[in-house]
């Protein structure tokens, strides 16, 4: 079984950072591509980062390219978003995804049944 909790989440002005983490526990961790959704109300879960498995592969949806970026720590079986020049339409609820397959090389990230586990999920407020 694997558990993914998120950490870091919270209020901040427009224009504000956070760095948001997400620590995975259960089953191997470094064998699997991960994920950042998020899902505002009302709307449907929209990718925001992926990351390859060794860390050298980074996709990002295009509202948050440039100002975002996803990294991981195998060694501490985490993984990271840091959210800068942050703008009230990035208000959402943030989860971290483990991809299904372990080794992933392909180039669809976007989906959200390519994911198997998800954390509850952590929000972040931004104020206008």
């Known amino acids: 079984q694997v558990q993914l909790v998120e950490f870091g989440g919270g209020l901040v002005q427009t224009g504000g950072s956070l760095r948001l983490s997400c620590a995975a526990s259960g089953r191997i961790f470094t064998t699997y591509c991960m994920g950042w959704f998020r899902q505002a109300p009302g709307g449907e879960r929209e990718f925001v980062a992926g990351?390859?498995?060794?860390?050298?592969?980074?996709y990002y949806g295009d509202s948050v390219k440039g100002r975002f970026t996803i990294s991981r720590d195998n060694a501490r079986n985490e993984v990271y978003l840091q959210m800068n020049n942050l703008k009230p339409e990035d208000t959402a609820v943030y989860y971290c995804?483990?991809?299904?397959?372990?080794?992933?090389?392909?180039?669809?990230?976007?989906?959200?049944?390519?994911?198997?586990?998800w954390g509850q999920g952590t929000q972040v407020t931004v104020s206008s």
């Open positions: 990351i390859s498995w060794g860390g050298g592969t980074r």
């Open positions: 995804a483990r991809r299904k397959e372990p080794y992933y090389t392909g180039t669809y990230w976007e989906g959200p049944l390519e994911y198997d586990y």
